[in-house]
């Protein structure tokens, strides 16, 4: 293989927080050997968003300079749930349903990364056994299980932790024991399971797979990180205006995080720019953004929606028209069709005052809708509804 210090530069230094033995990772970049890198996928959602792609785009850096990408498909693990940053256990998946989200997942996946070159493998093939889960059950200890943050929580709390879960580590380290991994990739909250299949490696004779974490994304709301859960997140499929809405609606200390985790701009760019005008910067930032995962040309129209939107203060042409019963409330209508993630979020949004409705402020979530007309959501997004009986 080709040695291309720009790119290795990149993958040790660029959206990384931890790397475990790095000295022997740059060598092992550095000697033109092809490397396992592996990456495990629990396909617990459909979704994707910004918070996600970060280590996919971490991924991709290996993939380009012709690492071998295996994704280790968790449809046993999955039916168990990763606690990590859970205060409470996670519902056990179906098999139907780990096969549609996983079928969601790699579609979202593909925008970042080149899914026909990647391996793919079931980590049910090895772990749906009696004897392999008495074996991995015999190597663990709860001393180790109870280093994790939200065990000792959920404990303290009197809140169950199920066998399986605790067992979760071991079962994703044993994933790194059935293929030889290299490398493993992975978020900064994931180190106890990354650190389990080190542990399992050394265990089973081979050598220790290194490990490489990526940051955390910040959600939307510039507090805690971006999850579905806390309903601060950036969908991978959001449509190409409300991508950059939401973009242009972050706090402005996360730019410079977004750059770094999200873009592919140069960051000494990427601070020049922060620096003359944050706001032509967050722009940039949003356009960047969307062009990944919708092209270029739907980027452009997403910047042109934004500036007739606030810079002119007009409401753009060819909106899109929703459906809403006569007397039903406001919330309601914004959760039904999902333009807003749950109900209360709705009448959060509502009681902030960022929901106009023919240019006035609906003040209260269980207002109800009356008429047909043009709605506001937040900052940017513009819709109409058509009020049927």
């Not at 030889?180 to 650190?195: F, K, M, S």
């Not at 990180?225 to 809405?245: E, R, T, V």
């Not at 452009?300 to 409330?329: C, D, G, M, Q």
Request: proline letters at 3%; charged letters at 30%.
């Amino acid at each position: 293989m080709k040695i291309n210090e720009g790119k290795i530069k990149e993958i040790l230094e660029r959206g990384v927080s931890g790397i475990i033995e790095k000295s022997h990772l740059e060598r092992a970049l550095r000697s033109g050997k092809k490397l396992r890198v592996k990456f495990g996928i629990d396909p617990t959602s459909p979704d994707l968003h910004l918070g996600h792609a970060v280590p996919f785009r971490k991924l991709k850096q290996f993939q380009e300079v012709g690492h071998e990408i295996i994704f280790i498909i968790g449809d046993f693990t999955a039916r168990i749930g990763d606690p990590s940053g859970r205060e409470s256990a996670r519902k056990p998946l179906t098999p139907k349903e780990v096969k549609s989200n996983l079928k969601k997942y790699l579609s979202l996946a593909g925008k970042i990364i080149n899914i026909k070159n990647a391996k793919m493998l079931c980590n049910s093939k090895w772990l749906a056994n009696t004897d392999t889960l008495l074996r991995l059950a015999s190597i663990g200890s709860i001393q180790y299980v109870m280093k994790r943050d939200e065990f000792r929580t959920r404990q303290v709390g009197g809140q169950e932790i199920t066998i399986l879960e605790a067992m979760y580590p071991l079962f994703q380290g044993y994933d790194s024991v059935k293929i030889g991994a290299d490398v493993e990739v992975g978020g900064a909250d994931q180190e106890l399971n990354l650190l389990a299949g080190r542990k399992l490696q050394k265990y089973f004779g081979q050598k220790e797979q290194d490990i490489l974490m990526t940051p955390l994304l910040t959600g939307t709301d510039g507090v805690r990180k971006m999850s579905k859960s806390f309903s601060n997140y950036i969908a991978l499929n959001d449509a190409p205006q409300d991508m950059f809405g939401k973009i242009m609606s972050l706090p402005d200390n996360l730019l410079e995080q977004y750059f770094l985790l999200s873009t592919d701009v140069p960051m000494e760019e990427a601070k020049k720019l922060l620096g003359r005008k944050p706001f032509e910067a967050k722009k940039v930032l949003a356009y960047e953004i969307v062009k990944l995962y919708h092209r270029e040309n739907f980027a452009n129209k997403a910047r042109e929606y934004f500036e007739k939107t606030f810079s002119k203060k007009e409401i753009p042409e060819n909106l899109r028209i929703y459906r809403a019963k006569v007397n039903e409330e406001w919330a309601d209508f914004l959760t039904r069709e999902k333009l807003i993630s749950s109900h209360s979020e709705a009448k959060r949004l509502i009681e902030g005052g960022g929901l106009d409705f023919n240019g006035k402020k609906i003040a209260r979530a269980g207002e109800q809708i009356s008429e047909s007309g043009t709605v506001k959501i937040g900052k940017y997004k513009f819709i109409k509804i058509d009020v049927r009986a």
